[in-house]
Structures are given as structure tokens and as C-alpha cells.
């Protein structure tokens, strides 16, 4: 206390009110960073359409799905995706959005009665149902599809009826010959280059074509889908949906589904689909050249749904699943040569978030990061990356190859919409993976609890040490979570609000090779698709790491990285992101660092023993001592100083990255 003279003396109640002003300056300041931040994540849209909603398209000129199901009080956003001006009127004249709508407007509509509501467009549809027109199912209404169609009320059946109708021997197109059917009968088409829509609203039928690569129901860039399905138990073997201006086949609402030997290619959205659907399986089919998935099951939980021995190339995404959760196993199959290969996703626009209960299991996952595939700037964000879980929970990644991926093998991140969804409590184990030019395994921040790797054979982390900070079973530290990540994929999401990605069309892709047949061809036994799920046997332990597809080694290398980024790979908006995010943290723990032992040398009030054991908590406890001290240290720098600095560089921090989200995630 020698100096204790030349302080001058200072009433208590004002040094208190000098470390209160800190406390409620410092922390206000912090605070209000943080709400800045979650406001910018947040987005600018109303409370109402932030919270969880299913999204129906209009593209020109139709809906985007024939069949909508949703609960009683869930809001529906009806969005004009199209060039031209659209609405939605109900038939009877219950509800309606605007009659004008332009292309990128947005209709809430809340949805509080149960009931069947039949909805047309005013320009291109007409209110008994031709032309534009669609139904939205709300709550337990009783609607069976197949009354609209037929007049008759149509029940599902386990058993094959033993019927045949045959394409074109005994109905000239596939539509009349599922027009003509009864639930279990077999529609067989022969050879041949079919140019309609097929709407299936009869139950249990079972659409298969007598060679898979020779049968092409052909939508040709003029309608919707090829196969559109809205009723339960249809199954879909043995032939190619191509050129749809959405899918190739297209599930909505339904219970009991399957693709099996199904081609899908050059379709503008997804290869094989399945939305709001459960029961299922996808097996043995092949899809290509779609501007945004191969394969897709979104919003389903419990999903009950198998995607096994399948190959998607040449996609935006191999898998995409939003909000599908629970007993949803991806296994034994190939993702090769897309944007990016496996990516369950967590989304707003959908119902059922977030997702999680993913299975995927035995894949092998190879080379996406291809340029060259048909995109859109939606999936922008996932490029490059072999495995993404993108906002979700509890899901399993198992004895996957992953080889060759320009960013990660495995990324567990948060995803970003109208909500901030973290990843938790998901396990990577015994995976082996090769040719990562950022990482083979990396958890960006922030993440949640619980995500583990273990067993692993890999050669690089994102961060560094993954494997020990987050094992499955020993130690689980909440250090290892990589800032310059999350970083980086903002980079990515400023390229996507720039357009700055590349551009290639399904139209221009190149048809597919030949793909197997379905064994037994025509005479194989007919099995509508109802318990698809409880019958498909399938022993999840036994399935192996599959082997290197021709023993060749990894051609990608571990890219030179200079403060995590890869200097390479990166773009400019790359690198300004991820060096901004890898380094102010640095830059500021050093700042912060630095002032607090530049005020504790100046401290008269305190003794030695006080002062050394602020400076072995500011050295020894990892940003939060040098915050304490600078918080509760009483320091002599003048509060607004230490307000600015520790909190407004927080606040900084958070706005920057919140920037960098609103660029393109939100606008
Ligand atoms: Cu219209």
C-alpha cells in the first residue's frame, strides 16, 4: 500500500457505483451484442414466420405438390417460385392469398379447422380442378385420393390382386391404365418413351416396366413430375423418370411406399422423393443430373424409411432430408461425384424441425465436390463436404468410406434459416476416410452437447485433436468446436447471395448409363407397397466398411492451410470470412490480455500475493480469467475502456458473423 498517497482518496459509494456502471455498461454492452446477433440471426421476418411451416410453391403453372397434409393451426406459405403472376383461392371461397402475386411473393395462410380445402390458381386453374389446382388436407379430415379421381372410395390392400393392365397393349397411356386399376393390380409397360404426367391417387398398385432402361416416362421439361403419387402402398419398379420441371417420382402424404430399380435423371428438383411420408423404402435405384437431390425424404417423424444399394452422381446433393427424424436408415449405397454427398438438414420452411434419429451406415461416399453437377445456390453452402449433418440431433454415422472431399469428409454444423439450429448428441465412429483438403473430420462451432468421434480412421481434424476432446465413451470437452468453420461456410453463403457459384443445367447433362434390371423382370412377384418398412429385414451390425472401389488411393491432399484456411480452395469471400473468424479471437485474447497486466503493474491497491493470483487466473483460465479480471478485478482503467474493449469486441465478433449469415442466408 505504499502508493496508497498519491491515489487520491475516493468515497466508497462512488467506487461502487464505478464497478456497477462497469457492471451494468459492460454486461449491457455484451448483452446487447449478443441480442444484436441473435436479432440479425433471427432474420427480419415477423414472429409468425419464424416459427415452423410447410412451404407450397407455385411454379409455372402448377403447385408444387398435388397433396398437401398438414395439423390443425399450422400456417401455410404459399410462394410464387415461378415467372409468372399466381394465386391460391379456395374453391368454396374460404380463404385466398392475393390475386397478383409476383414471382418471390409470400402468403401466410393459418389453417385452424380441420378440413379438405381444394385450392386453384385464378390464372391458370379452375375451381372443380383442372389445370393449376391442388388440395391441402388439414388435421384428421377423412380424404381418400382416389375419390377424386374415380368417384370410388378405394381402400389399401397387402395382397396383389393377380389384375394386369398393360401399356400400350391394353391402355394406350400408363394414366389410363392407373385409371383403370383396382388396389393390388400390376400396371407392366412395355418399351417405350412415355410423355405424360402420371398421377397415381388408387392405392397399392404396383407401376413397373418390363425393362428399366428402355421404359422412359418422360416429362420433358414441360411438367411436374413423371410419377406423382398421393395415394398409400404404390410402389415404382423397374423403369426411368426423366425430366420433370420438380422430380422424377414423387411421393406426398402417403403411407407405404417403394422405389425399386427406379431411374432417376435430369430432374430440375429430386430424383426419387418422398415428402410427409412414411413406410419406405428406396432401394436399387439410381439417380442423376437432379439441380438439388438424388434421393430426398423430408418431414416424417417417426420416418420408418430404408435408403439401401443406391447410387446418386452427378447431383447438387446425393441425400438431401429436411426434418426427417427417426428410425431412417441410409445404408450400403454410393454418393459419389456431387456437390456434396449425404446431407440431412434442419429447415424452417418445413414441418418437424429439427431433425434427427438418422442412421447412415456401410457407404461409401466418394468425390463430391464435382463443379460440374447441376445446382442451385441453396445447397451452395454444403459443396465439397462428404458427410453433412446440418442442424440436427442424436443421428449416427457409422463404417462409411468417405474418400476425396475438398473441404471435410464428415462436417457436423449448425444450420442457419429463420432460426439458429444447433448440432447435438450425434456419433461418428469407425468411419475410415481419406483425401480431405481442409479436414477428414470437423465439428463447427457453435455446437451443441454430446457430439462424439470415435474410432475413427482418419488423418486430419477440424480442430485438431477431435478424436481425444470428444470421444464417444471417455473424455467430452467443450473446447474442441472450430470457430473458423462456421467461418467458412458464411464465406460460402456470401457466394451464394452473389450468384457466385457455378451453373449447370440437368438439360445439359449426360444420360445415364445402363442400369440393372429388377430380377424377374416382368413375372417378378407383385408386393403393393404396404408394411414396406416392418418387412424389409435388414441386420444393421453386419454391414461392413464397404471396400475401395478399385483399390486406388486418395488423390486429394490435405491443402496447405495458413491460419486454418485453405489457402487453395478458398475463394476471396472465403478468406475474409474464415481469417476474420480464425483471428480476431486471437487478436482480442491477446488485447485483453495484454491491458490486464498493464493495469495490474500500474496497482497500487493490491498486495503481491493478490496480484500474482490474478495473474495466474488471467494466464491459466482460457478467456474467461482475463474477462474476470477485467469484470469483477476492479481495475483502474476507466470502465467505458474495459466496457469497449472486452465487450464490444465480442459484440464484434458476433455482429461480423451475423453479417457475414445475413448476406445470404436470410435475405
Ligand atoms: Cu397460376
Given at each position: 500500500?505504499?502508493?496508497?498517497?498519491?491515489?487520491?482518496?475516493?468515497?466508497?459509494?462512488?467506487?461502487?457505483?464505478?464497478?456497477?456502471?462497469?457492471?451494468?455498461?459492460?454486461?449491457?454492452?455484451?448483452?446487447?451484442?449478443?441480442?444484436?446477433?441473435?436479432?440479425?440471426?433471427?432474420?427480419?421476418?415477423?414472429?409468425e414466420e419464424?416459427q415452423a411451416h410447410v412451404t407450397i410453391?407455385?411454379?409455372?403453372?402448377?403447385?408444387?405438390r398435388?397433396l398437401t397434409r398438414v395439423p390443425i393451426d399450422t400456417s401455410v406459405r404459399f410462394?410464387?417460385?415461378?415467372?409468372?403472376?399466381?394465386?391460391a383461392?379456395d374453391?368454396k371461397?374460404a380463404w385466398?392469398?392475393?390475386?397478383?402475386?409476383?414471382?418471390?411473393?409470400?402468403?401466410l395462410v393459418r389453417f385452424s379447422q380441420p378440413g379438405v380445402y381444394r385450392f386453384?390458381?385464378?390464372?391458370?386453374?379452375?375451381?372443380?380442378?383442372?389445370?393449376?389446382?391442388a388440395t391441402l388436407v388439414v388435421g384428421n379430415a377423412y380424404y381418400?385420393?382416389?375419390?377424386?379421381?374415380?368417384?370410388?372410395?378405394?381402400?389399401?390392400?397387402?395382397?396383389?390382386?393377380?389384375?394386369?393392365?398393360?401399356?400400350?397393349?391394353?391402355?394406350?397411356?400408363?394414366?389410363?391404365?392407373?385409371?383403370?386399376?383396382?388396389?393390388?393390380?400390376?400396371?407392366?409397360?412395355?418399351?417405350?418413351?412415355?410423355?405424360?404426367?402420371?398421377?397415381?391417387?388408387?392405392?397399392?398398385?404396383?407401376?413397373?416396366?418390363?425393362?428399366?432402361?428402355?421404359?422412359?416416362?418422360?416429362?420433358?421439361?414441360?411438367?411436374?413430375?413423371?410419377?406423382?403419387?398421393?395415394?398409400?402402398?404404390?410402389?415404382?419398379?423397374?423403369?426411368?423418370?426423366?425430366?420433370?420441371?420438380?422430380?422424377?417420382?414423387?411421393?406426398t402424404g402417403?403411407?407405404?411406399?417403394?422405389?425399386?430399380?427406379?431411374?432417376?435423371?435430369?430432374?430440375?428438383?429430386?430424383?426419387?422423393?418422398?415428402?410427409d411420408?412414411v413406410?419406405?423404402?428406396?432401394?436399387?435405384?439410381?439417380?442423376?443430373?437432379?439441380?438439388?437431390?438424388?434421393?430426398?425424404?423430408?418431414q416424417c417423424n417417426?420416418?420408418?424409411?430404408?435408403?439401401?444399394?443406391?447410387?446418386?452422381?452427378?447431383?447438387?446433393?446425393?441425400?438431401?432430408?429436411?426434418n426427417?427424424?427417426?428410425?431412417?436408415?441410409?445404408?450400403?449405397?454410393?454418393?459419389?461425384?456431387?456437390?456434396?454427398?449425404?446431407?440431412?438438414?434442419?429447415?424452417d420452411?418445413e414441418l418437424l424441425p429439427?431433425?434427427?434419429?438418422?442412421?447412415?451406415?456401410?457407404?461409401?461416399?466418394?468425390?463430391?465436390?464435382?463443379?460440374?453437377?447441376?445446382?442451385?445456390?441453396?445447397?451452395?453452402?454444403?459443396?465439397?463436404?462428404?458427410?453433412?449433418?446440418?442442424?440436427?440431433?442424436?443421428?449416427?454415422?457409422?463404417?462409411?468410406?468417405?474418400?476425396?472431399?475438398?473441404?471435410?469428409?464428415?462436417?457436423?454444423?449448425?444450420?442457419?434459416?429463420?432460426?439458429?439450429?444447433?448440432?447435438?448428441?450425434?456419433?461418428?465412429?469407425?468411419?475410415?476416410?481419406?483425401?480431405?483438403?481442409?479436414?477428414?473430420?470437423?465439428?463447427?462451432?457453435?455446437?451443441?452437447?454430446?457430439?462424439?468421434?470415435?474410432?475413427?480412421?482418419?488423418?486430419?481434424?477440424?480442430?485438431?485433436?477431435?478424436?481425444?476432446?470428444?470421444?464417444?465413451?471417455?473424455?467430452?470437452?467443450?473446447?474442441?468446436?472450430?470457430?473458423?468453420?462456421?467461418?467458412?461456410?458464411?464465406?460460402?453463403?456470401?457466394?451464394?447471395?452473389?450468384?457466385?457459384?457455378?451453373?449447370?443445367?440437368?438439360?445439359?447433362?449426360?444420360?445415364?448409363?445402363?442400369?440393372?434390371?429388377?430380377?424377374?423382370?416382368?413375372?417378378?412377384?407383385?408386393?403393393?407397397?404396404?408394411?414396406?418398412?416392418?418387412?424389409?429385414?435388414?441386420?444393421?451390425?453386419?454391414?461392413?466398411?464397404?471396400?475401395?472401389?478399385?483399390?486406388?488411393?486418395?488423390?486429394?491432399?490435405?491443402?496447405?492451410?495458413?491460419?486454418?484456411?485453405?489457402?487453395?480452395?478458398?475463394?476471396?469471400?472465403?478468406?475474409?470470412?474464415?481469417?476474420?473468424?480464425?483471428?480476431?479471437?486471437?487478436?482480442?485474447?491477446?488485447?485483453?490480455?495484454?491491458?490486464?497486466?498493464?493495469?495490474?503493474?500500474?496497482?497500487?491497491?493490491?498486495?503481491?500475493?493478490?496480484?500474482?493470483?490474478?495473474?495466474?487466473?488471467?494466464?491459466?483460465?482460457?478467456?474467461?480469467?482475463?474477462?474476470?479480471?477485467?469484470?469483477?478485478?476492479?481495475?483502474?482503467?476507466?470502465?467505458?475502456?474495459?466496457?469497449?474493449?472486452?465487450?464490444?469486441?465480442?459484440?464484434?465478433?458476433?455482429?461480423?458473423?451475423?453479417?457475414?449469415?445475413?448476406?445470404?442466408?436470410?435475405?
Amino acid at each position: 500500500m505504499a502508493g496508497s498517497q498519491v491515489t487520491p482518496p475516493v468515497p466508497p459509494d462512488s467506487a461502487d457505483r464505478g464497478v456497477s456502471w462497469w457492471h451494468r455498461g459492460g454486461w449491457l454492452l455484451l448483452a446487447l451484442g449478443a441480442l444484436l446477433a441473435g436479432l440479425l440471426m433471427a432474420g427480419c421476418s415477423s414472429g409468425e414466420e419464424a416459427q415452423a411451416h410447410v412451404t407450397i410453391n407455385m411454379l409455372d403453372d402448377f403447385f408444387g405438390r398435388d397433396l398437401t397434409r398438414v395439423p390443425i393451426d399450422t400456417s401455410v406459405r404459399f410462394v410464387n417460385d415461378g415467372r409468372n403472376p399466381h394465386n391460391a383461392v379456395d374453391a368454396k371461397g374460404a380463404w385466398k392469398t392475393p390475386v397478383d402475386m409476383k414471382r418471390g411473393d409470400a402468403k401466410l395462410v393459418r389453417f385452424s379447422q380441420p378440413g379438405v380445402y381444394r385450392f386453384y390458381c385464378t390464372f391458370h386453374g379452375t375451381a372443380n380442378g383442372k389445370g393449376m389446382a391442388a388440395t391441402l388436407v388439414v388435421g384428421n379430415a377423412y380424404y381418400n385420393p382416389a375419390e377424386q379421381a374415380t368417384g370410388k372410395t378405394l381402400a389399401p390392400v397387402a395382397q396383389a390382386s393377380g389384375q394386369v393392365q398393360r401399356v400400350p397393349q391394353q391402355h394406350r397411356t400408363i394414366q389410363a391404365a392407373v385409371n383403370a386399376s383396382q388396389p393390388g393390380d400390376l400396371v407392366l409397360i412395355s418399351p417405350g418413351v412415355y410423355r405424360e404426367e402420371v398421377k397415381v391417387a388408387i392405392p397399392s398398385l404396383v407401376l413397373r416396366g418390363t425393362d428399366r432402361n428402355a421404359v422412359v416416362i418422360d416429362a420433358e421439361f414441360k411438367r411436374p413430375n413423371a410419377i406423382s403419387i398421393t395415394a398409400d402402398g404404390v410402389a415404382v419398379e423397374n423403369l426411368t423418370a426423366r425430366n420433370g420441371l420438380t422430380n422424377g417420382v414423387f411421393w406426398t402424404g402417403v403411407k407405404g411406399y417403394r422405389a425399386s430399380y427406379v431411374t432417376a435423371h435430369a430432374n430440375k428438383e429430386y430424383g426419387v422423393y418422398a415428402f410427409d411420408s412414411v413406410d419406405g423404402v428406396f432401394e436399387h435405384s439410381y439417380a442423376s443430373a437432379s439441380a438439388d437431390s438424388g434421393f430426398y425424404i423430408g418431414q416424417c417423424n417417426p420416418c420408418r424409411a430404408v435408403i439401401t444399394d443406391v447410387v446418386a452422381e452427378n447431383n447438387a446433393l446425393g441425400y438431401s432430408g429436411t426434418n426427417a427424424s427417426g428410425e431412417l436408415y441410409i445404408v450400403r449405397s454410393t454418393w459419389r461425384r456431387n456437390w456434396a454427398g449425404i446431407v440431412p438438414n434442419t429447415l424452417d420452411t418445413e414441418l418437424l424441425p429439427p431433425f434427427r434419429e438418422v442412421t447412415i451406415v456401410g457407404n461409401l461416399v466418394e468425390g463430391n465436390g464435382n463443379p460440374e453437377a447441376p445446382g442451385k445456390g441453396i445447397q451452395w453452402g454444403a459443396f465439397g463436404n462428404g458427410v453433412v449433418l446440418a442442424g440436427g440431433n442424436d443421428s449416427v454415422v457409422e463404417r462409411n468410406r468417405i474418400v476425396d472431399h475438398p473441404l471435410h469428409g464428415i462436417l457436423i454444423t449448425p444450420n442457419l434459416d429463420r432460426r439458429f439450429w444447433m448440432s447435438s448428441g450425434n456419433r461418428v465412429r469407425g468411419n475410415v476416410i481419406r483425401g480431405s483438403g481442409r479436414a477428414d473430420l470437423a465439428l463447427s462451432a457453435p455446437a451443441g452437447n454430446g457430439n462424439c468421434f470415435q474410432g475413427n480412421d482418419v488423418r486430419s481434424s477440424a480442430p485438431p485433436g477431435l478424436q481425444a476432446l470428444h470421444s464417444c465413451d471417455g473424455l467430452r470437452l467443450p473446447l474442441g468446436m472450430d470457430l473458423s468453420t462456421m467461418a467458412l461456410s458464411l464465406g460460402r453463403v456470401a457466394e451464394t447471395h452473389h450468384e457466385d457459384y457455378p451453373k449447370h443445367r440437368p438439360e445439359d447433362a449426360p444420360a445415364p448409363p445402363p442400369q440393372p434390371q429388377l430380377p424377374g423382370g416382368a413375372s417378378a412377384p407383385v408386393r403393393p407397397a404396404m408394411d414396406v418398412f416392418t418387412r424389409f429385414s435388414m441386420n444393421l451390425a453386419s454391414i461392413p466398411v464397404p471396400a475401395n472401389p478399385d483399390g486406388h488411393s486418395a488423390t486429394i491432399r490435405k491443402e496447405p492451410t495458413v491460419s486454418g484456411v485453405p489457402i487453395l480452395a478458398a475463394s476471396p469471400w472465403q478468406l475474409v470470412f474464415a481469417l476474420y473468424g480464425y483471428l480476431l479471437p486471437f487478436v482480442l485474447y491477446a488485447a485483453w490480455t495484454s491491458l490486464a497486466f498493464w493495469d495490474l503493474a500500474r496497482r497500487d491497491d493490491l498486495g503481491r500475493g493478490a496480484t500474482l493470483a490474478w495473474v495466474a487466473v488471467v494466464l491459466l483460465v482460457p478467456f474467461l480469467g482475463v474477462i474476470g479480471y477485467h469484470v469483477l478485478g476492479r481495475s483502474k482503467l476507466p470502465g467505458w475502456l474495459r466496457a469497449a474493449v472486452v465487450g464490444g469486441g465480442v459484440a464484434a465478433y458476433l455482429v461480423i458473423l451475423a453479417i457475414g449469415a445475413l448476406l445470404g442466408g436470410i435475405a
